[in-house]
């Protein structure tokens, strides 16, 4: 008698497979929509499931075929949300073997011949079913033609069809796709849930986890079930049946928690050798210095999150949450995103320099080194606060601000000079007349009722329209004389200039220079200038 061949082994993702939408985890929105449509026979004739992978969007789709086409164990039944999983077509389904549900792989058949088979075989009943349905995977690979061919059969299938398309990708699906399929999107389900999932599945194997173990898996699979499942296969595999923290940190390459906290303890202490050891000895463990980067970025981020909610994440250790609850309360807003910002400067810096491990340790030392910096807020608080000497800046700047204009009465009387003489074509609403005066015009004289001006390349009909315009306005016929001779600068030259002078005496205060030492990387962006008469004056008399 030959010996039983043994049932080939079953990864976990594929064994744990949900076979009903009650084991379905994290998409409870979509299977009460559905479970609402099946029982008021609201269904659609296509649906459309898009998510990041891993999510369920093909086993959805297997769970929605069976729920279609389920009969009951006495095959009396009709659609439910709820399938008994032992008649035949459920069986069938899930075995992938029914001759009415035909799955379809879009990355493999792309072109308008492979769609041109579903839409010549649509024509006919099911079999054995009550819907002949069509599952097409990562249906944004289909080739344009392809979609383009199958408008007219998704808008309008034969009332024996289903179309479920599946998508990682929902922006390459065309528009007109979208609009004939009812849309679900599967959302990332939460590190905790996936936890007591990966812990369930776990005991049901048999396994020893510890509890570290498990929320480690459940962070590295951002998400994704099968993700997860597949880090919880190789981790059951490597502790053969005891799956233990450490041995996942190893896997998976990730930094030891407890050490990265060492660093950052170290790194706001101001402590160089200190962190410089740290990286090393997680260095010589196999930690890549980018990933220990993105453990200290993921702890500073965690750090800021329980300072602004008031709760730490429920997901770390008793001893994380100790820690970075009391950091939380012992770290200002400032510091922290100062620390964000310089791990990030100091990541991108890891994965583009030729030399990770020494870019890291210069990283570490800058960040050290701007801890001992003071606050650029507190530093200037400082420097106004001082007593004010012998050119030094005004205590409490004074904000200058002009007096609204007057928009006059009546345009009778000339302008009393050019600025003036501009202004009154803003109020006039002649907008175009009055940037060609303001930022290109040059003024040789202005004696009202007279006026010559270099208009550079201004139109043809400008004199005229200028003309037009001062005679209603002030009741007298003007002289505009245009030429190409150099004037004052135009207004707008002018006013440049003045900017400039301004930015250049900020710049030169010594305040402002105090600061610059101090942060030579600064830039200046605003500023505000007191009343400045008396130093304008004294400037003038020397």
């Known amino acids: 008698m030959s010996e039983l061949i043994p049932e080939p082994y079953r990864v976990l993702a594929r064994k744990y497979r949900p076979q009903g939408f009650d084991t379905l985890i994290g998409q409870d929105a979509m299977v009460k929509t559905l479970a609402n449509a099946i029982a008021s026979d609201r269904l659609a004739h296509a649906f459309l499931l898009t998510g990041v992978r891993g999510v369920g969007k093909t086993s959805t789709a297997r769970l929605l075929a069976k729920s279609l086409n389920c009969i009951g164990p006495d095959g009396q039944g009709g659609a439910t949300i709820s399938p008994c999983g032992v008649c035949e077509p459920c069986v069938a389904i899930s075995e992938s073997r029914h001759i009415d549900v035909i799955e379809m792989d879009a990355a493999s058949r792309t072109g308008v011949d492979d769609v041109r088979e579903i839409i010549e075989a649509a024509r006919y009943a099911a079999v054995s079913a009550r819907y002949k349905i069509y599952i097409i995977d990562e249906v944004h690979m289909l080739s344009r033609n392809a979609f383009n061919a199958l408008l007219k059969t998704l808008e309008e299938p034969p009332s024996h069809v289903k179309f479920i398309f599946a998508t990682t990708e929902i922006q390459k699906v065309p528009v007109t796709v979208l609009s004939r399929c009812q849309r679900f999107d599967l959302k990332r389900i939460p590190t905790e849930l996936l936890a007591s999932h990966f812990g369930g599945i776990a005991a049901k194997e048999g396994a020893e986890i510890e509890d570290e ?106 001893e994380e949450r100790a820690a970075v609850s009391d950091w939380a309360g012992s770290l200002g807003a400032p510091v922290l995103h100062r620390l964000w910002q310089l791990l990030l400067k100091g990541l991108a810096e890891i994965r583009s320099a030729p030399m990770p491990m020494q870019a890291a340790e210069m990283a570490l030392l800058r960040i050290i080194h701007a801890s001992t910096l003071p606050d650029p807020g507190d530093l200037v608080r400082r420097l106004l606060a001082e007593p004010r000497g012998e050119g030094s800046a005004p205590s409490a700047p004074t904000e200058l601000r002009p007096p609204p204009p007057s928009a006059p009465s009546a345009f009778k009387a000339p302008p009393r000079d050019f600025k003036a003489f501009v202004k009154m074509f803003e109020d006039g609403h002649e907008s175009v007349l009055e940037t060609i005066l303001h930022d290109r015009c040059q003024l040789l004289r202005y004696a009202p009722p007279t006026i010559e001006l270099n208009a550079g390349d201004a139109p043809a009909d400008f004199a005229s329209r200028l003309g037009a315009c001062l005679k209603e306005w002030t009741g007298e016929r003007w002289t505009v004389t245009l030429t190409t001779s150099p004037g004052m600068p135009s207004l707008k030259a002018q006013a440049e200039a003045e900017a400039a002078a301004k930015r250049a005496r900020v710049m030169a205060d010594p305040a402002v220079r105090a600061v610059f030492e101090v942060f030579p990387d600064a830039e200046l962006v605003d500023y505000e200038i007191g009343d400045t008469t008396e130093t304008e004056s004294s400037r003038s008399a020397q």
């Open 213 to 318: 173990a498990v929320q480690l898996i459940a962070r590295a699979a951002e998400g994704s079930v099968r993700d997860g499942l597949s880090i919880l296969d190789q981790a059951l595999a490597h502790g053969h049946g005891k799956v233990v923290a450490a041995d996942v940190r190893d896997m998976l390459g990730l930094s030891d928690r407890g050490r990265t906290r060492e660093l950052l303890a170290a790194l706001i202490g101001g402590d160089g050798k200190g962190a410089l050891d740290n990286l090393a000895a997680q260095y010589a463990l196999g930690t890549s210095p980018d990933a220990l980067f993105e453990a200290l970025l993921e702890l500073v981020h965690g750090i800021t999150r329980t300072q602004v909610t008031g709760a730490p994440d429920a997901a770390m250790s008793e």
